[in-house]
């Protein structure tokens, strides 16, 4: 039995690290939905994979998968600037893979900062200042998520929406994006 569960635990590696190939290759395709896709079957599996069975590490960890979509993460136009000035075919679709991909290293990079002046190459505050509506809106649909869920009663606010005050009036001032102004509205009151 430890004999299949090992021979599935190398597969499934194998399997993740041949798509995490595809997909730093897939960088390079000028199809920006293709690119799309890609990165969103990304968030599948680490949404997936990111759970831990009872009592086990998360399989993204076990796997050493995680610092892989790190690298892509980091990698991507959401850290090193986006190359277009214009509204290409597929950018807004483009976008918000990427964001729902570094939404989560963002929070867990919070995490692993607490408390310490540690620069985080991408964050909240660098998301909302987007020119790209389609960033800003998951962004702030996450901030407004974490703002209203429960454990905001059991243990107060997330001290990160607490220093994002002067942020969130600023941006406030200066939306022009329906659906954004709504959230940064929702998350002023």
Request: charged residues 20%; contains cysteine.
């Amino acid at each position: 039995m430890t004999c299949l569960v090992e021979n599935t635990y190398l597969f499934l590696s194998y399997r993740l690290r041949s798509l995490l190939s595809t997909l730093y290759l897939c960088r390079q395709n000028p199809c920006l939905v293709t690119r799309a896709v890609y990165i969103d079957v990304l968030f599948l599996l680490t949404s997936c994979l990111d759970r831990p069975a009872e009592g086990q590490q998360p399989a993204l960890e076990s796997l050493g998968l995680w610092d892989d979509v790190r690298r892509i993460i980091l990698g991507s136009e959401l850290v090193t600037g986006f190359p277009w000035t214009f509204k290409v075919p597929g950018l807004p679709q483009y976008l918000q893979s990427l964001t729902k991909l570094a939404i989560p290293e963002v929070w867990a990079s919070l995490a692993e900062a607490e408390g310490q002046a540690v620069p985080v190459p991408l964050s909240f505050p660098r998301l909302l200042e987007s020119s790209f509506s389609e960033v800003r809106l998951l962004t702030l649909e996450t901030l407004l998520e974490r703002a209203t869920s429960s454990e905001v009663e059991e243990k107060g606010p997330h001290p990160l929406l607490c220093s994002m005050g002067e942020e969130f009036l600023l941006l406030a001032m200066k939306e022009n994006h329906p659906g954004c102004f709504c959230r940064v509205e929702s998350l002023l009151h």
